[in-house]
């Protein structure tokens, strides 16, 4: 028997590859099928070779940025699903995530090559390089554009680099017992949160260059992603383990009734999370799931993003 190309953590039970449709899938489908949103066509962007790694909307929602295993990163036109412009050959492997800076038209690559890179938007030319000294998991950029920081499986560190020059300013070993999977900046540029296959949050503040609140989740595998709301109180971490968590940063009231557990919205591991703008909603996969904050349920209808798929 062979099995399909997957996460092993991420499901109870081996999936036979002659199987057509799981019965969690079925059961997904029956629920979806006749609703308004399930009727609408999606757009199929196709270009990567490889797994996709990272996708951004941006330009106001104008443009989808990709990253992904191809070694590549690429920016598309949501109307036409074109792609406008693909970042290649600065890349010797994987490109693990991507980030944006738009007023300065660049983008930032990280790669399990152990560097960073910096292209010109309009170009496509490599502004700079950073070696960072290990494989790098992921990449983020301060809300401002000064600031670029990576995470690296060696050491398990998080390093702070010069958005415009590539000049390494920070550089924090041992951040993490194990290998940090997402770091990403508070909308603030003030902290940086960071989440590892240790199943610990870190954040890290600019100002002090030092680690100012470690939290031990009660996640029971890896943390695979975390973000912020807007207005940077709350961060939620998804996880292997199928579950999310939630956690008031700001007021620190975890500390006395730890973070809020959501539980019920997947039957695999949660890969990744992204607030809405209004911090109202915040969408996550595997299979995608849309809750509503204010009540901490799964809504009733699909999520839908301008109806696109990448592939």
């Known amino acids: 028997m ?4 997957i996460d092993p953590l991420s499901l109870d039970e081996t999936i036979d590859e002659g199987k057509e449709e799981t019965d969690v899938e079925k059961r997904r489908s029956s629920v979806w099928e006749h609703q308004e949103l399930a009727q609408i066509p999606i757009k199929v962007l196709r270009g990567h070779t490889d797994a996709v790694t990272g996708c951004h909307f941006c330009f106001d929602d104008t443009k989808v940025l990709t990253s992904s295993h191809d ?36 983008l930032i690559t990280a790669s399990w090559d152990k560097t960073l890179n910096a292209w010109d938007l309009e170009t496509g030319k490599i502004i700079w390089t950073a070696a960072q000294g290990g494989l790098l998991m992921s990449c983020s950029v301060s809300e401002d554009g000064k600031y670029v920081v990576s995470s690296s499986d060696l050491e398990n560190a998080i390093c ?7 000049e390494r300013l920070f550089h924090v070993k041992d951040h993490h017992k194990s290998t940090i999977t997402r770091c990403q900046f508070d909308p603030q540029s003030q902290h940086v949160a960071s989440v590892s296959e ?12 030092q680690t100012t609140l470690s939290i031990n989740s009660t996640h029971t595998n890896v943390i695979s992603n975390c973000c912020f709301t807007a207005n940077g109180r709350y961060l939620c971490t998804a996880s292997w ?44 996969g595997r299979m995608i799931e849309q809750w509503l904050c204010g009540t901490w349920r799964p809504s009733a209808r699909p999520w839908s993003w301008r109806d696109m798929r990448i592939g």
Do not use: M, Y
Request: glycine share 8%; with cysteine.
């Open 2 to 5: 062979t099995c399909r190309n």
């Open 71 to 106: 070694k590549t990163a690429t920016l598309w036109d949501t109307e036409s699903g074109a792609a406008l412009s693909v970042f290649e050959r600065g890349h010797l492997s994987n490109v693990s995530e991507c980030a944006l800076i738009p007023d300065k038209k660049r």
């Open 160 to 166: 702070l680099t010069s958005a415009d020059t590539g």
């Open 198 to 209: 240790d199943r610990t949050i870190k954040l890290w503040d600019l100002v002090s260059t």
């Open 241 to 284: 383990d199928k579950t999310l968590q939630l956690w008031d940063v700001q007021t620190g009231t975890f500390r006395s009734h730890g973070g809020l557990t959501l539980s019920k919205g997947h039957d695999g591991s949660v890969s990744s999370c992204a607030f809405s703008t209004d911090g109202r909603s915040w969408c996550l």
